[in-house]
């Protein structure tokens, strides 16, 4: 008996942990090529018989915070822990500054980029990290890290400056205007430059604190709630923006939907990083960018030149030779993580 039960055991953990792959994969995928399908459709198709457009990004970073603030309370209340902050308000405060910024620089963006064009530039964000880890953390990185993050450059830069013909004229299929590469690469440089500070800023002001990650995500998105709500008030946006979803119910859907989507991203993408790791994750998340790549590509028309797919080989390419690189080092180091957003929960957030 002692030897069938010795026999039939073993097999069950890579079942258990190939569903478990499964079960991870299936729900960054879902999630996040989800949230970018909704928030290139939000950004740049029109709504309803006026073909209207939504023009509000700071109402979305609202509804995002709101949400995740809300689901992170919710964790932090059923699993009975602590709802005091751990650390001072204005950490999470000058954290949330940051990350609003980030948030609405990419949405902004893509009134003037095609969505493959932001995602590919968003892959250069290992550059940012590093130069502000150099400023802010003095932290020192390999010369193989230099060389990936100049082919990435190379790769978005050719991907950026050589776009198909038919993506040059004045309107895209759904009327809004087509590419404005000075306006759409000046709003990226922006997300790069805030996503980079985020991520290194965070790690220097919480260093220190014993913080759970649901405390954490909790008070950051909620000081980002106050702070887009008042931004909203400041600029008159927070009444047309409520107006234009009630006038347009595909549009309250279309919000709602994102807003779950990108909250329930935030679950799978730390059960990855816990049970699989970094490097696994990276590796997902590299995959998903190249498949919301092609997905837009498909739903919304948008023509590949030959340079582009040049491009996009460069930039996929060292990413994933990064990934597999770093799978021969058995313990990562703390800027590889920030690199790939395994140290810093709240830079994760869409």
């Known amino acids: 008996m002692a030897e069938t039960t010795s026999l039939h055991g073993p097999p069950r953990e890579p079942s258990s942990k190939l569903w478990k792959g499964v079960f991870a994969v299936t729900g960054i995928m879902t999630t996040l090529v989800t949230y970018g399908v ?10 309803g018989e006026d073909h209207a457009f939504f023009k509000y ?3 979305l970073v ?15 209340i059923s699993s009975k822990k602590d709802l005091n902050p751990v650390a001072p308000i204005y950490k999470y405060g000058l954290v949330s500054v940051t990350n609003i910024l980030t948030t609405t620089c990419q949405y902004e963006a893509l009134k003037y980029v095609s969505f493959p064009v932001q995602t590919l530039a968003k892959c250069a964000k ?4 590093m130069i502000w880890g150099t400023i802010i953390m003095q932290k020192k990185y390999k010369g193989r890290d230099y060389l990936l993050a100049f082919l990435v450059t190379v790769g978005c830069s050719i991907f950026i400056l050589y776009p198909a013909g038919s993506d040059l004229g004045p309107n895209d299929a759904f009327g809004r205007a087509r590419e404005n590469t000075i306006w759409g690469v000046s709003l990226m440089i922006g ?31 909620f000081c980002s709630c106050v702070l887009s709500l008042t931004g909203l008030i400041l600029q008159a946006q ?21 807003s779950t989507v990108a909250t329930a991203s935030q679950f799978f993408i730390s059960y990855t990083i816990r049970t699989f790791g970094a490097l696994t994750f990276a590796t997902i998340m590299t995959t998903r960018q190249l498949v919301s790549i092609m997905l837009s590509c498909v739903w919304f028309h948008h023509p590949l030149s030959l340079e582009q797919c040049i491009g996009a080989v460069i930039v996929f390419g060292s990413l994933y030779a990064k ?12 800027s590889d993580k920030e690199q790939n957003g395994a140290s810093s929960p709240v830079k994760g957030i869409p």
Do not use: W
């Not at 909704?38 to 709504?47: A, D, G, T």
């Not at 290992?126 to 990290?129: A, K, L, T, Y």
């Not at 927070?238 to 994102?258: E, G, M, R, T, Y």
């Not at 990934?323 to 703390?334: D, E, G, I, Q, V």
């Open 126 to 129: 290992m550059i940012p990290v």
């Open 238 to 258: 927070l009444v047309p923006a409520i107006q234009f979803v009630a006038s347009h119910n595909d549009c309250f859907f279309d919000i709602a939907l994102l």
């Open 57 to 59: 990004s700071l109402f």
């Open 323 to 334: 990934t597999f690189m770093r799978n021969a080092t058995p313990k990562l180091s703390p």
């Open 62 to 76: 609202f509804c995002n915070r709101i949400t995740t603030s809300a689901v992170s309370a919710g964790a932090l």
């Open 191 to 221: 997300y790069l430059g805030f996503d980079g500070f985020t991520s290194t800023f965070q790690d220097k002001l919480f260093k220190g604190y014993d913080m759970e990650i649901h405390n954490q995500i909790f008070y950051t998105t």
């Open 38 to 47: 909704l928030q290139e459709k939000i950004m740049r198709v029109p709504y």
